[in-house]
């Protein structure tokens, strides 16, 4: 999906040792929507904006090693080594042979070092030089900044497509607030951007600007406007709708103390996971402390002073922990964080609360949402259906007042709190409302420019549309048996339209499809290559609604 | 005005769709007029009268029936339809009389007379005579491809025996080549009156055999008037050159018809100058739909009237190339449709190709027709023993291009003999696919056979075997031994015959008997001149060898030796193939040994490309050299030989053996005009008429210089660029005496955009030669030129802008100015950015002075590296460093280019004060994104600045740098300045940074200035939790923040308060050591005041 922007300039920074201006330059293609004010608190806002900066920059997706490299000297190498273990057999003279040979080589290659130097030479220094030049290139989408009445809010999602954050400020968090405009609006975003932010001191005055009119001060000679085309994803925009929405679904509520966080990440910092299950479990009993288990270590830590409040006992497994230690920064100037559990492999969603400000980290169900995790694709199903007529009169009532419950909106309207609701969550689907969770509000934030393609967005590919349509229509039967390591197995069948399919599924510790087979001809033809087929999906997506249903026990 | 009688005319043929309306009108007055209107149906009419004055309604009727009959003679009709309603079949009846004898009774018995009979026989109505399903139409057609002169006179009688039109078109096709003028009156009145157009073509083409004179004259204006006006205009000219680029022209662009090639083929054939041009014509007019049907009509009226060498040409052309498209539809089958590129849609090719504009022509069908046809025809004369075979068959070969050689090739098979599978190879003679050569040239030779009408193949040994077999048994013993070796020689081995030619011919003469298997070689020895013809014109080397071998092994070949002149000769030296050249040095040999040969054909043996000949030409020119020297044709030819050696050797003589001033003289004028002549270039030409130039400047210079400006310039208009530089170097070898002021500026600076690169040399050293007077002048195109697409002009021309700029400073500036600009687009050519900067940098480095700061800025954030050279120049030299403020010296300090930063250093070193003065933005540069400018700064800083000028506030400015080298800077020079009247600043303002040093930093002055003050504790709170909650990091910070608040906590109770606050918090981490430290200090604090802690103690049971 192609995004376009024009930003007004550059955002910059201007840093001297008594004031620090933060100027954001916004895109200037979307409805203007602008802010200036002068900071109040300003080492926790330091803090809360570079844990976003961690949001953006964070890919925890698996790297392989690049072994190129090594590969090339090991074929080169070879005939040496291969010389070097026969050198034992052979007389003398092969040894002369090998060594004058040996000689003769490396000749060649000082030859070819040599011939090849400045090649080598202007490569490294084209790469530094795009290094230098065009570091913003990595940054994949700029953070969007919304205005409202009571709050602004800064929200960006990660590299590798699995973390949101958000950090909302309400207007206590600024001293003086000349001037501002309603809306949403994406900032021009860069790296030395953030090594400005970190020049951010209680002793100097921080001014924060969202200014349409763009940075007229220019040193450099740069082009007035900057026209930047981002090529997202499908799956990257999916992935911050999926999140999103998830944060209107209820949830399993409570708070922890910053220390269990501070905890959480000490334990990650120190050891390192070399085998799975990779999960953090929560055990919540009512009137107990929170436990948290890190396994595969098994580790426990007792939230002695976060006791979980809920009516039931509980217990909920996430993946992808690594992710928490973004809010490391936020453990000085937090008072609590409140995590919100929607079950195990959902999204989960931490609230850091800093007084004036609040920090949400939304983290999808695994770090990596590939195939072999379930598919997540019914967050994105519609939940309610709500005609075009009441879902067109909620958008205008909230366009006009911002933000609201859906309680609100519902008496303000006439119409019924859940068809409000329905309404709602389908713009939160949609990209063009957020839900606070907060403040448990509905809020007006149009993620684009021009409204999404949410047809296209909704499934990654046919076959979960068809594994949806199955799920409706089709009869599913399966049985599950846990296995010795902790996996399950789930046999099966999927009575489709014209054929009964059967089905095996192996799903491990990690929720991961360890193996699976079907009879259909997808599964025949492509194997697991592209990907499982429609039946297998189907399958699993009902077995998982029914351990959401009992509660995963 | 009254409407007294209208006609609405229709006509609609393809896609013309007219209307004509005819009015009758009266005026009043017994006066009338008759209007009209025409044009396209539906579309606005133009219209017109045919009467400008009204006349009486006798008139006026008598000319409405004159326009309306008129039109309807044209196909006009009355009905809407627009179809004429005339009937198709022909209505036409021949009017002309003859009288008619017998008198081919006294004929001897033969073929002709046995025509003749049957004629008479039809015209007496007396049709029984023989039994025999012979048409009438077919006999007629016999007589004429008989050319029977006695058949004309009963053809015309018989013209209107049938009515269909077949029956006719073979009549008037008969008559046209039979007939005399006898016949003329008949085909005049076919031409001009017969319904059908094919049959008026072949009258009209009939009659240009027939007539002569003027009729002839006012014939031939007939087609000349259908010509389309432009080319009219090139015929009527006479001019060749003139007409072949508007007709090539025509052909390329899509005309939606091409009737006008039919008639210029026609009067092509009485214009002989034409035939070259229409050679070419027909040979570029591609074989597809819109063309084929005028190719197809010019090749049957080639054949009337025995064009051999087009028919020839064009039956080439048929064996050559491909069909349009293929089809198998029977011709009854009109409903089935196939897909065709050519229409790019189903379509049913059979009602296609009737369609006047059908889109489709020229099916493998007709192409195998009209070879067919060729053939047929050929072996028709050839059975009559008409000598039109060697013409045809020699029209065809002359068509052969040397580009259409195909190498032998074997193909191998396996085959079943009953016991196992036997590889048999096939063997494919050279060019095997080339029908008619094979055929004429061989077609009857024992070993080869012709696949599918289509390929020729050398028969298998089992196959010759088993031919041989049946030939000894029939006709007894034919030594035949060799000839296979023969056959393989001859097709399979190009080289070997192109080395031993000598061999071949001498084998060729000592056999007479028809080897190749010629078919009617005895018709090729009645006609020796197309052997002659074929080696001086034909392309091919089997063709040369063919000829080479039935001119030698001849019976008359002394005598036909004897005609060959030297004309002859010197043609055949000049050939570029090998063997026609090794023939004419034998002939010329033969013939010419021993006698003072003419010195043109000296010339033809010195430039052959046979080298014995031009061996032969040096020894006989030495022989009587002074009298060859005497004459100044074959001096020049001698210049402008097109061999090296030749050349040499050549100058060789002419520098030894002086000629006289006058012949030299003439030399020069002739070496000129032959430079002149010459009109394309190649690479050949190139290398002759550099030789040539060069040779004239070495030994004929003098005679150079007394050429007249007049030819000069008339060589600087010249086309190929050699001959332009030849005229160049003459100019510049008279520059000296010449004024060159006149010299047109367009011509000078055309030169320099010459595509030719010693042309644009030439044009740079003229400029350089010129003074400078006449260079001002020309100031702008100099300029210009120094942004010429070619490197050698931009390279070339600095030399003259630099003297010009030394001269005139406004000139240099002037130059500067423009040439800026192109350093901030995208360059135009390769190369450009780097000669402009170049120049800039080096030739006109000394004025730059009108660039400002902005352009060198502008410059230097350019995209291009050539356009930072420049700005650094003018930064260097021109900019004032007042005129920068720090924030822009900072930004070139972060310059991407080295130069520019080590200005920005060059800067700092030279402005001190200035420095000092702004040092609170001057220090910025520290955190410069370049290292080398980081290190930079920090070792200037170290030197420059002393402690009088840091402030703590630079100084922790300076610190709080995210660059980990800057920030440890910081605290290096904060360690050095360090007052203690500044510390409690210092502790305040680094205890915020973010970063785990500067935070262990900080903790070296907590217990100087933050002991003993509650209110301090409390303010840095945060700086406390900061570094308590950093996860796994800071432990000596951690320990000593535990150790100062344990101490401070002991001191006061309000400290205690705060403190353990901070570490009930603390304490929950799970760290055991930290938990452990949490718990000490909570209970010492709690063992001195009243403190609230989360600390539980829990009694010990006892048991």
């Known amino acids: 999906m192609l995004f376009n922007y024009r930003f007004a300039g550059n955002s910059t920074v201007t840093s001297t040792s008594h004031k620090t201006g933060l100027s954001f330059a916004p895109d200037t293609l979307r409805e203007s929507a602008w802010f200036v004010g002068k900071l109040h608190k300003k080492l926790a806002f330091r803090e809360a904006i570079s844990a976003l900066h961690d949001v953006v920059i964070s890919d925890l997706r698996f790297k392989p090693k690049d072994k190129t490299a090594y590969k090339e000297w090991v074929a080169q190498n070879e005939a040496l080594f291969l010389a070097e273990y026969m050198a034992g057999y052979d007389a003398d003279a092969a040894n002369n042979r090998i060594e004058q040979l040996r000689q003769e080589l490396n000749e060649v290659r000082a030859q070819k070092e040599k011939l090849l130097a400045p090649f080598y030479n202007a490569r490294s220094k084209y790469f530094n030089y795009l290094y230098e030049k065009n570091r913003e290139a990595w940054i994949v989408l700029d953070p969007v900044i919304t205005i409202h009445p009571d709050e602004l809010f800064f929200e960006c999602f990660s590299q590798d497509e699995s973390t949101y954050g958000k950090l909302g400020c309400n207007y206590n968090v600024f001293k003086e607030i000349d001037d501002y405009k309603c809306g949403t609006t994406n900032v021009d975003y860069s790296s030395a951007l953030y090594e400005e932010f970190q020049k951010i001191r209680d002793y100097k005055e921080t001014e924060l600007k969202v200014d349409p009119s763009g940075f007229t001060v220019q040193t450099s000679h740069e082009e007035q406007y900057k026209e930047v085309k981002i090529d997202l994803p499908d799956s990257w925009v999916r992935g911050f709708l999926q999140v999103s929405s998830a944060m209107t679904l209820p949830t399993i509520q409570f708070d922890l103390h910053p220390m269990d966080i501070y905890n959480i990440c000490l334990l990650l910092r120190r050891f390192k996971e070399k085998r799975g299950p990779r999960s953090l479990r929560y055990v919540l009993e009512p009137g107990q402390p929170v436990k948290i288990i890190l396994e595969p270590w098994g580790r426990e830590i007792i939230c002695a002073r976060s006791i979980y409040p809920g009516p039931t006992k509980q217990e909920v497994r996430t993946w992808g922990r690594r992710r928490l230690l973004i809010m490391e920064r936020l453990i000085p100037v937090a008072r609590k964080f409140t995590v919100h559990l929607l079950g195990t492999g959902l999204p989960s969603f931490y609230i850091a609360d800093l007084g004036d400000m609040n920090f949400t980290l939304g983290l999808s169900g695994w770090t990596t949402n590939d195939w072999s995790h379930a598919g997540n694709f019914d967050l994105l199903a519609p939940r309610l259906q709500v005609d075009d007529a009441i879902k067109a009169k909620v958008f205008s009532a909230i366009q006009k007042d911002w933000f609201g419950t859906s309680q609100q909106f519902a008496k303000q309207l006439n119409l019924d709190t859940a068809q409000v609701s329905g309404a709602l969550s389908a713009y939160t689907q949609a990209g063009r409302v957020i839900y606070d969770l907060n403040r448990n509000v509905y809020r007006l934030r149009e993620l684009s420019r021009e409204p999404l393609p949410f047809d296209k967005l909704r499934f990654d590919n046919p076959r979960e549309e068809m594994a949806a349509a199955l799920l409706q229509s089709q009869e599913i039967k399966y049985t599950a048996q846990p296995q010795a390591d902790g996996s399950i197995q789930l046999n099966g069948t999927v009575k489709a339209s014209r054929k009964t399919y059967n089905i095996q599924l192996l799903i491990d510790a990690d929720e991961k499809i360890r193996s699976a087979s079907c009879d259909c001809s997808y599964y025949i033809e492509n194997k697991l290559y592209k990907g499982p087929c429609e039946h297998m999906l189907a399958i699993r997506q009902s077995f998982n609604k029914t351990r959401i249903n009992e509660g995963f026990r | ?1103």
């Not at chain 2, 016949?183 to 055999?209: D, M, N, W, Y």
């Not at chain 2, 090539?248 to 090639?261: A, G, V």
């Not at chain 2, 520059?735 to 740079?764: D, K, M, T």
Request: hydrophobic content about 40%; overall charge positive; charged content about 25%.
């Open chain 2, 1 to 1103: 005005m009254r409407l007294v009688k209208q006609s609405i005319l229709y006509f609609k043929e393809g896609n013309s769709d007219k209307v004509y309306e005819i009015d009758l009108c009266d005026v009043g007055n017994d006066k009338y007029v008759v209007n009209f209107r025409y044009g396209r149906r539906y579309s606005k009419l133009k219209e017109g009268s045919k009467t400008p004055v009204p006349v009486a309604l006798t008139e006026a009727e008598r000319l409405f029936h004159e326009v309306e009959n008129e039109k309807l003679s044209k196909g006009y009709t009355a009905s809407e339809s627009g179809v004429s309603s005339a009937p198709q079949t022909s209505t036409f009846k021949l009017t002309t009389e003859t009288t008619i004898g017998a008198d081919f009774m006294s004929m001897p018995p033969g073929r002709t007379k046995a025509i003749l009979q049957r004629l008479y026989n039809a015209v007496q109505g007396n049709t029984t005579a023989y039994r025999s399903g012979w048409k009438l139409s077919r006999v007629i057609w016999k007589a004429g491809e008989y050319r029977i002169p006695e058949a004309a006179q009963y053809i015309i009688r018989l013209y209107n025996n049938a009515d269909d039109l077949v029956h006719q078109y073979c009549c008037t096709w008969a008559l046209a080549r039979c007939g005399n003028g006898s016949a003329a009156s008949a085909l005049q009145q076919i031409f001009l009156e017969h319904t059908s157009p094919v049959i008026r073509k072949v009258a009209g083409a009939g009659l240009l055999q027939v007539l002569n004179g003027t009729a002839k004259e006012d014939h031939l204006g007939i087609f000349l008037k259908s010509l389309p006006e432009t080319i009219k205009a090139a015929v009527d000219a006479n001019k060749a050159d003139a007409l072949e680029p508007i007709v090539m022209e025509r052909i390329k662009q899509q005309e939606p018809q091409y009737n006008w090639l039919e008639a210029l083929y026609l009067i092509g054939t009485e214009k002989r100058w034409m035939r070259p041009v229409l050679k070419n014509l027909l040979l570029e007019v591609p074989l597809k739909a819109g063309f084929f049907k005028h190719i197809r009509a010019i090749f049957k009226q080639a054949e009337l009237l025995d064009d051999f060498e087009f028919s020839g040409m064009l039956a080439l052309r048929f064996e050559r190339e491909r069909e349009q498209f293929v089809h198998h539809f029977t011709n009854t089958n009109l409903q089935a449709e196939n897909y065709f590129v050519q229409v790019n849609g189903y379509v049913n090719p059979n009602v296609e190709l009737r369609k006047k504009n059908s889109r489709l022509a020229y099916s493998q069908r007709t192409r195998r027709y009209l070879r067919h046809r060729v053939n047929r025809r050929l072996q028709m004369y050839g059975q009559v023993n008409s000598l039109d075979y060697v013409k045809l068959a020699t029209g065809i070969l002359l068509s052969y291009k040397n580009t259409d050689i195909k190498e032998a090739y074997s193909t191998s098979d396996y085959k079943w003999n009953g016991r196992n599978y036997v590889r048999t190879e096939l063997r494919f003679p050279q060019n095997a696919h080339a029908f008619f050569l094979h055929k004429i040239l061989s077609g009857d030779h024992p070993e080869l056979v012709l696949l599918r009408n289509d390929i020729w193949r050398i028969k298998t040994e089992h196959e010759l075997l088993a031919a041989r077999a049946k030939n000894n048994a029939a006709a007894g013993k034919k030594d035949s031994s060799g000839l296979l070796k023969k056959i393989t020689g001859l097709f399979g081995k190009k080289k070997e015959a192109a080395q031993a030619p000598a061999d071949k011919t001498a084998d060729a003469a000592s056999s007479a008997v028809n080897e190749n298997g010629t078919p009617f070689l005895h018709l090729w020895n009645k006609l020796p001149q197309s052997y002659v013809q074929l080696l001086m014109e034909a392309q091919l080397e089997e063709i040369h060898e063919f000829a080479q071998g039935g001119l030698t092994s001849h019976p008359q070949w002394p005598a036909i030796r004897e005609k060959l002149d030297k004309h002859a000769c010197k043609k055949l030296l000049l050939s570029p193939f090998t063997i026609p050249a090794a023939f004419g040095f034998r002939i010329t040999t033969e013939k010419f040994s021993g006698t003072q040969v003419d010195a043109d054909l000296l010339s033809a043996l010195l430039n052959s490309r046979h080298a014995d000949a031009r061996q032969k030409g040096k020894e006989w020119t030495t022989q009587y050299l002074q009298h060859y020297l005497q004459q100044s044709d074959f001096v020049k030819d001698l210049i402008f030989a097109a061999d090296a050696d030749i050349f040499s050797w050549a100058l060789d003589l002419i520098a030894k053996n002086k000629p006289g001033n006058e012949i030299k003289k003439v030399v020069v004028g002739k070496s000129i005009a032959a430079l002149m002549s010459f009109r394309e270039m190649t690479s050949e030409h190139e290398e002759i008429i550099n030789r040539v130039s060069h040779a004239l400047k070495e030994h004929f210079n003098e005679e150079l210089n007394e050429v007249p400006l007049t030819i000069i310039s008339d060589l600087l208009q010249h086309d190929v660029p050699p001959v332009l530089l030849f005229g160049l170097q003459l100019l510049k070898a008279r520059q000296p005496s010449l004024n060159l002021q006149h010299l047109n500026s367009s011509l000078l600076f055309g030169l320099l955009q010459h595509s030719y690169a010693p042309v644009r040399e030439a044009g740079l050293t003229l400029l350089y030669d010129l003074p400078e007077e006449i260079l001002f002048k020309y100031a702008d195109e100099i300029i210009l030129s120094c942004t010429s697409p070619f490197q050698q002009v931009r390279r070339g021309i600095a030399p003259v802008v630099y003297r010009l700029a030394q001269k005139d400073r406004t000139f240099g500036e002037k130059a500067a100015d423009l040439l800026m600009p192109f350093l901030l687009r995208k360059e135009s050519s390769e190369g450009l950015h780097d000669d402009v900067s170049r120049l800039l940098c080096n030739e006109l480095s000394n004025y730059l002075q009108n660039a400002n700061k902005e352009t060198a800025l502008n410059l230097l954030y350019g995209n291009y590296t050539a356009a930072q050279q420049v700005g650094i120049i003018i930064l260097e030299k021109y900019t004032d460093p007042s005129q920068l403020t720090i924030p822009q010296v900072i930004a070139l300090g972060g310059h991407e280019n080295l130069n520019v930063r080590n200005w920005c250093w060059k800067f700092y070193k030279e402005q001190v004060a200035r420095i000092k003065y702004e040092k609170d933005a001057a220090v910025k540069l520290l955190d410069s994104k370049w290292g080398d400018s980081r290190q930079f700064a920090m070792q200037y800083f170290r030197e420059q600045f002393n402690a009088d000028d840091w402030s703590p506030e630079a100084l922790i400015a300076l610190a709080d740098s995210v660059k980990p080298d800057v920030e440890a800077y910081g605290r290096e020079l904060i360690t050095k300045f360090f007052t203690s009247e500044n510390g409690l600043t210092y502790l305040l303002k680094l205890s915020q940074h973010p970063s785990e040093n500067m935070q262990l930093f900080a903790t070296n002055y907590l217990e100087r200035f933050a002991a003993d003050d509650v209110e301090r504790i409390q303010s840095l709170e945060f700086y406390f939790r900061s570094v308590l909650t950093r996860v796994n990091k800071s432990r000596i910070a951690k320990n000593r923040l535990y150790q100062f608040l344990l101490t401070e906590g002991r001191k006061s109770e309000a400290a205690a308060k705060v403190i353990s606050a901070l570490l009930s918090d603390i304490s929950a981490i799970a760290a055991i050591g930290d938990k452990a430290k949490c718990i000490e200090v909570l209970l010492q604090l709690k063992s001195l005041y009243e403190v609230e802690s989360p600390l539980l103690v829990k009694e010990i049971e006892t048991r």
